[in-house]
């Protein structure tokens, strides 16, 4: 069993008009420091598998398919084994 | 300038709806081995100060004003001093 984490974030050559409305709520708030904000997904699931090269595989079809849109957006993932600390 | 990279994810006696249908969707698609799937934010953005306290300080107001709802969501951030290497 393997935990999965993916971070889904927009390609940067793509407007995020989401992180736009974000970085000037910051701003109206008296967070100037902030800038470039980029919003994306983060996922957790679980994988009922116990061979990591099987696990790494299907996952990345589950966010080439579904998980991800990769005309827009990358991903990244890594796997811990169910049952280890963080 | 630090780059921060904040996870918020919905508290775990929290339901997801949108974790269900998409581990739905990932079952129909003939991902069996998914199960617990949450689905969260990401977020990245700069921060235009030089002092990494100052910016966990800052970080922390913002997670708790706009950038997560605390009520029902958990948030956890790393800080990259800006130009290093990941």
Chains 1, 2 share one sequence.
Do not use: W
């Not at 800038?35 to 966010?63: H, P, W, Y």
């Amino acid at each position: 069993m393997f935990v999965a984490r993916v971070q889904v974030t927009i390609k940067e050559e793509v407007l995020d008009p989401q992180g736009k409305a974000v970085e000037g709520a910051l701003h109206s708030l008296g967070f100037e420091e902030a800038s470039g904000v980029r919003i994306g997904k983060f996922l957790e699931l679980t994988l009922n598998t116990d061979d990591r090269a099987v696990a790494e595989e299907r996952l990345s079809q589950m966010c080439e398919k579904l998980l991800a849109n990769p005309v827009i957006e990358d991903y990244e993932f890594e796997l811990v084994e169910a049952g280890e600390a963080r």
